[in-house]
Structure formats: C-alpha cells, structure tokens
C-alpha cells in the first residue's frame, strides 16, 4: 500500500493555479521520531519523502528560523541539540568536512543511529570513507551508510521516477535493519552491502562516469572512425587523386551513411563472440568450474552496451537513409541521370536484377532493424523484469541470432556481386561490406558448430555439472523437459 502511494508526487498544483500543496500522511504517534542535521536540498526532499510516509521529524539547523519557511508544516525546525535530543534516528545531510563540528552533538547522540547520506567530490580509493570518519567521531553511536546513491529529485517525485535501490552498509545489524524498514516505507528497495568498510565503494557509486560504457564507447567509436577513413580512402579520395574528381560533398552523409551500417554490424557481432569463447573454453577445459580470463569475463559483462550501441548506430542508418533523397545532390544527379536517358532514347532504363536486388535489400533491412528494436527494448529493466528468464533468454540469444543473421544478409544484399567487380577494389582496398561480413561469418558458423548434435550434448552435460577429468555420470533430462537429473555423483 505505502510504495504505491509514494509514487506519487509530494508536491501538486492546485486546479486554481494558486500555492503548492503537501501531500502527507498523518503521523502515527508509534513511529520513531526522524531528525535531520542540515537544511539543504537534499535535507528538504528528505523531510517531504519522510513526512509524507507518516513518520515524525524534526530538522536541527544552526539557524532555524532562517530556513524553517522551507520546510513543510509538519516538519519542525531547531536547533541541532534539540533535534538531536528529539530524535531517536539521526540523518547526517552535512557536508563531510563540516561532520566534526557535530563534536559537542555527542552526549545526545549516544546509542543512536546515526545515517550517513554525504558523498565525496571525487572518487576515493584508498579510504577513510566520509561514513567510517563519521563513526570515529561518535562511537558510542550505530553509524549507517545510505541514500547517498539517491537525488532529490527521486524523493521529491517517488521512487518510480527515479532509482528505487538504497545501498546500505553498518557494522551493526539492528541498526541497518531500522534504517531498512524506514526505506520500505518511503517505497524504495534496500540493498544490503555489508559492513560498513563497504561504505567506500557506496559512496564512489554516484561518481562513475558510465563505467560498464567505457569499453562499449570505445569500440564505438574505433570502429566508426576506420570505416569513415576506409570509405573516405575508397569513395572520395581515389577518385580525386586518379580522375580529378571532387566529390568531398559526400563526407558529411554519404560516408557517414555508409560507416554506420558497418559499425552496427560489427558492433553486433561482437554481442554474440563472448558468449561462442566462453562455450569453446568449456567444451576445452571440459568443466564449468573454472574461472573464464579476466579480458573474456570483462567482454561478457559489457554485451548489453555493445548491443545498444549497435542499435544506435542502426537507428542513425536508417535516419540517414531516409534523408538521402532530400539532398541538393541526389536531386541534380537523378536529374542527369533521366537527361541522359532521354538523350541516349532509352525508353525503359527498369532492371529485374537490380530491382529484386533493392526490394530483398530493404525488406531484409527492416526486418533486423525490428530484430534489433526488440532486443534493445527487451534489454531495459523495467520491461526485463516482467518477462522470466525462459523469455529474456529466447529473445536475446535465439532473436538476437536471427536479427545477426537477417543484417548479414541485408549486407550481402548490398553487396550483391560487386565482391567479384576489379573495378570495386579502389587503391586495392576490397569494398567496406568485404570488411565487415568476416567477423559476423565467423560468430554464425561459431554458432552453427556448436549446434551439431554430438557438440551441443557435451556443452549442455558441462553446463549441468558433468566434468571431464572427475568422470561424473548422469543422463541428460530428455528434450522438452531438462528439469532432471539421474545418477548425479561427485559434483
């Protein structure tokens, strides 16, 4: 009942267009009487979230009646000692380097718990955490790391708005439990992090810059930038440099049309390599049980954002493919291209080859790019985790194959049998599709191998537990239904 309210709003427009109103609960005179030690933002949003799921508080401040118009009504403001006194949680919303003026605090914090929600300006490795200098200034007090990994904003709006996790930490049990209980109710989930040593790594979360994205980005962007230099090389370079040719207006779409397509495929296929190693390393070593190299445990971790990218990059293809009829270019060459049909008396200029060719290519085309879309929704939380793990895996891996193969073959299509042209080899370079359909070759025969009957048994006993050099024997649970195990031994 109480996480669904909270997602709602604290803070509404009244129909007249007149003052904001706050939405709260009334408080219940059982629940524990909530302090806050600072009146910033962040304190502010606290005081709402917490009065609105019916708990008391009171926020101490050095100067009250500065800041109390900017709490709501049913939050009182005072000073700190007497927050202090009042209190039988304390939440610390100062800043770190202000924590040791919280020094003459202490005879009224004793036996309190005492949170933590403050993080650093910059990453911290080595430690002290803000949270364990906190605890060596009051250790008579249960000092617990949390809400740090939250904005304002999310308590303001409600958790669905925003993260639902709080990552909490403490070395003592009880006191990490009311703190839990007091999240439930503000309708976000706790996450358990341990103790409180943990506290360094809490509060180095929110100061990642995209960490799972660093890899993804710059294969991105490695990619992208060799494919433009291959096609500006090939299709805007040789003809300047052989025939005097200047057709440098290509740079800004045309290459870059060109060089996304490749990229995304690239991209993809990297999506599905990780996953063909790990099973080739098992089927080696002749276990599950060993640890994968760390570069391979990396890359599999990292196959969301591969795929993501690669849907970007399609995406962007498709938006460039549609602008390519509205350039001043194309309208001046189609132009010619019909005077010196009339010119030349060619009534009917229609291809069978050529034709099939373009509508094989754009049907095949939209039919990935769908593939993809799929995947790409299928992949976000929120719609991952109404879907169970039989589905999610059906989707990404045998779809995902299926979206693979489906833009390999709209690259063929584009290619057709100019693979084969003398003419295409521009400086020597074979044409961009050449590049690029090797890696997604290998991936689909990769996957092709490991579907052989004999193959694909060994890999599903590894996966079951069965290992090579321990001789377990058991018989593998029939096709349609894998639930069982028969004469499982020594594993």
Not at 37 to 56: C, E, I, K, W
Not at 76 to 96: F, I, K, R, S
Request: charged share 20%; hydrophobic share 45%.
């Amino acid at each position: 009942m109480m996480p669904d309210e909270m997602s709602r709003p604290l803070i509404r427009e009244r129909g007249d267009g007149g003052a904001r109103h706050l939405e709260a609960s009334v408080s219940d005179p059982s629940t524990p009487v909530i302090g806050i030690l600072g009146t910033g933002d962040f304190s502010r949003s606290l005081a709402r979230r917490l009065v609105a799921s019916g708990y008391q508080v009171v926020v101490g401040s050095r100067t009250p009646k500065r800041f109390v118009a900017l709490f709501p009504e049913d939050v009182e403001v005072t000073t700190q000692l007497e927050a202090a006194n009042q209190a039988d949680l304390v939440l610390v919303a100062v800043y770190p380097e202000h924590h040791s003026t919280l020094v003459e605090l202490k005879p009224a914090l004793v036996g309190k718990v005492l949170v933590d929600v403050s993080n650093s300006l910059c990453i911290n490795q080595n430690g002290p955490s803000n949270a364990e200098l906190l605890a060596d200034y009051f250790p008579e007090s249960s000092v617990v790391k949390g809400f740090n990994t939250i904005s304002a904003w999310t308590l303001q709006m409600g958790p669905r708005d925003g993260g639902r996790q709080v990552f909490l930490c403490s070395n003592s049990q009880k006191a990490k439990n009311t703190v839990k209980s007091i999240c439930h109710r503000m309708g976000f989930i706790p996450v358990d992090m341990g103790l409180l040593s943990s506290s360094l790594e809490i509060e180095n979360m929110p100061l990642y810059l995209f960490p799972s994205w660093r890899f993804p980005v710059f294969c991105t962007s490695f990619l992208f930038i060799f494919f433009y230099l291959y096609n500006f090389l090939r299709d805007v370079l040789q003809p300047f440099v052989t025939e005097g040719k200047k057709v440098f207006y290509k740079m800004p779409i045309e290459i870059v049309n060109v060089t996304l397509p490749s990229v995304a495929l690239v991209m993809l296929a990297l999506v599905y390599l990780p996953g063909l190693l790990a099973a080739f390393v098992q089927l080696r070593s002749g276990t599950k049980y060993n640890r994968f190299p760390s570069w391979l445990d990396r890359w599999l971790t990292t196959r969301k954002q591969l795929g993501l990218c690669s849907f970007m990059c399609a995406v962007l293809h498709t938006i460039y493919s549609l602008c390519l009829p509205l350039r001043k270019s194309a309208r001046f060459k189609l132009i010619a291209t019909a005077y010196k049909q009339v010119k030349s008396g060619v009534e009917n200029p229609w291809v069978d080859e050529e034709v099939w060719r373009m509508e094989l290519y754009l049907s095949v085309g939209i039919m990935a790019l769908g593939l993809l879309s799929l995947l790409a929704v299928t992949s976000l939380p929120s719609v991952a985790n109404t879907i169970n793990w039989r589905e999610f895996s059906f989707i990404q891996s045998t779809l995902g194959y299926c979206a693979l193969f489906m833009a390999t073959a709209h690259t063929l299509l584009y290619g057709w049998n100019r693979a084969f042209d003398p003419k295409q080899y521009r400086f020597n370079m074979p044409p961009t599709f050449v590049l690029v359909l090797v890696l997604p070759f290998v991936v689909l025969l990769g996957r092709l191998a490991l579907c052989v009957p004999c193959v694909a048994g060994r890999l599903r006993k590894i996966r079951r537990g069965w290992e090579r050099s321990r001789h377990v024997c058991f018989t593998l649970p029939a096709e349609d239904c894998r639930n069982g195990l028969e004469n499982v031994s020594n594993v």
